[in-house]
């Protein structure tokens, strides 16, 4: 897929970027007056029924209506509800026309596109002709407002940007990052499989640290997605999810002591690979069902070695860090 470009806006578009960093390794604060800017900037609000109005973009929450933390009830769809019942809405959502006609694609606001949608009533919103790239930023720009995504979602939320094509100039100025700041992020991603992430949840009160730790236990071979899995699966249900978090790391790191620091993973029946400080092991047993395989990885396990070697040393000179 093409990579989005930031160049060539006009308009609104031009509005959204000027409130961000220019294309740069540079972190510059995005305040809520900077988005009130941009909101003032925008055409007359139409009121829309919630049905016409689509979901659009890279999700930036990993559960739909996700608090910065548990305690903060005010953040509450149910409460969200409320308020728009008893004061009206205050704040509209940006849409963008959809491809099909009569049809609406939501920017951002979420949350109060879905309290409307329980309450019965047309929402509120700004329609606006944006291009992927510029609706991307305004979701940012909204985003970094209100504080509303926790570590681990705003990791989630780059990778999605990075796998929809855009560029990581387009997911830096989107989230207001230096490139160390999307590097962190990316690292998160790559290394702790998105299902555990998903098990784990957002963690909102979890920051860098924690998550980096849980990334460097799988890259060390400390922790496999399957074990990760049974851990999260078989804790309490009534642990939050910034407690699974610190489930997992403790029980985790308490595993690797417990094997001096050495990890197993059984990948098929009869196949298991082991780690440790010292070295790299790989067992198949030549009876049971893993015989045949056993038999024929024999055969070519010397290729196979040799190919994965080259292209380690073809890579290795950028692999330093």
Request: aromatic share 4%.
């Amino acid at each position: 897929m093409a990579r989005k470009s930031l160049s060539g806006m006009t308009g609104i578009a031009s509005t959204i970027a000027r409130s961000t960093t220019a294309a740069s390794d540079r972190s510059t604060k995005i305040t809520a007056p900077a988005l009130g800017a941009l909101q003032g900037s925008l055409a007359a609000i139409r009121e829309i029924e919630p049905g016409l109005i689509d979901d659009w973009g890279p999700v930036d929450r990993l559960t739909p209506f996700t608090a910065v933390n548990d305690d903060e009830a005010d953040d509450g769809l149910d409460s969200l509800a409320n308020s728009i019942r008893d004061q009206g809405q205050q704040v509209p959502i940006l849409v963008r026309k959809a491809k099909v006609e009569g049809r609406y694609e939501v920017i951002y606001g979420r949350r109060r596109l879905a309290a409307c949608r329980d309450l019965g009533i047309k929402v509120r919103a700004n329609v606006q002709d944006l291009d992927d790239a510029t609706a991307l930023i305004a979701k940012g720009l909204e985003n970094a407002a209100r504080r509303n995504l926790s570590f681990y979602e705003r990791a989630r939320f780059a990778q999605a940007i990075l796998d929809a094509g855009h560029s990581p100039t387009t997911a830096k100025a989107v989230l207001n990052l230096s490139s160390a700041g999307l590097s962190h992020l990316t690292k998160i991603t790559q290394a702790v499989p998105a299902d555990v992430g998903s098990l784990i949840g957002a963690a909102q009160k979890s920051g860098r640290p924690k998550w980096t730790s849980l990334a460097d236990l799988f890259i060390a071979g400390k922790l496999t997605e399957k074990t990760a899995g049974v851990i999260l699966q078989s804790a309490n249900e009534r642990l939050t999810s910034d407690e699974r978090l610190d489930l997992l790391i403790h029980e985790a790191t308490k595993r690797g002591a417990r094997h001096d620091g050495s990890a197993e993973n059984t990948l098929v029946d009869g196949v298991t690979i082991r780690t440790g400080s010292n070295s790299v092991t790989l067992t198949v047993k030549r009876r049971g069902t893993s015989a045949g395989f056993a038999s024929w990885l024999d055969t070519r396990l010397e290729g196979l070695i040799r190919q994965s070697y080259a292209e380690f040393k073809a890579i290795s000179p950028q692999d330093k860090d």
